[in-house]
Nanobody
Framework: QVQLVESGGGLVQPGGSLRLSCAAS????????IYWFRQTPGKGLEWVSK????????AYAESVKGRFTVSRDNAKNTLYLEMSNLKSEDTAVYYC????????RGQGTQVIVSS
């Protein structure tokens, strides 16, 4: 059973950058889609991005397209979400998951974009 652990969040100023990590344990992440989500208090999960771990095919929500980049390191069994030109509305808890509903997400990592 694959378990996912997110890390790398923190406080950043508007316009800044952060790199989030999603480390997998228990099994490999090969040959599957992995999804990034985010959630703010009182709101549901918002899909942010996805990557197919074998081919590297990616997709992004319109709200982050051109600013976020998802990647993977199969040797390390880890995925990354590079976030740049961050805005206050990017403030959220970020999760990675193996399923499109986000049910398999980890504990999340908090990102706060504020001056």
């Amino acid at each position: 059973q694959v378990q996912l652990v997110e890390s790398g969040g923190g406080l950043v100023q508007p316009g800044g950058s952060l790199r989030l990590s999603c480390a997998a344990s228990g099994s490999t992440l090969r040959n599957r889609w992995i999804y990034w989500f985010r959630q703010t208090p009182g709101k549901g999960l918002e899909w942010v991005s996805k990557i197919y771990t074998s081919s590297g095919e990616t997709a992004y929500a319109e709200s982050v397209k051109g600013r976020f980049t998802v990647s993977r390191d199969n040797a390390k069994n880890t995925l990354y979400l590079e976030m740049s030109n961050l805005k206050s509305e990017d403030t959220a808890v970020y999760y990675c998951a193996k399923d499109l509903a986000g049910a398999t997400r980890g504990q999340g990592t908090q990102v706060i974009v504020s001056s």
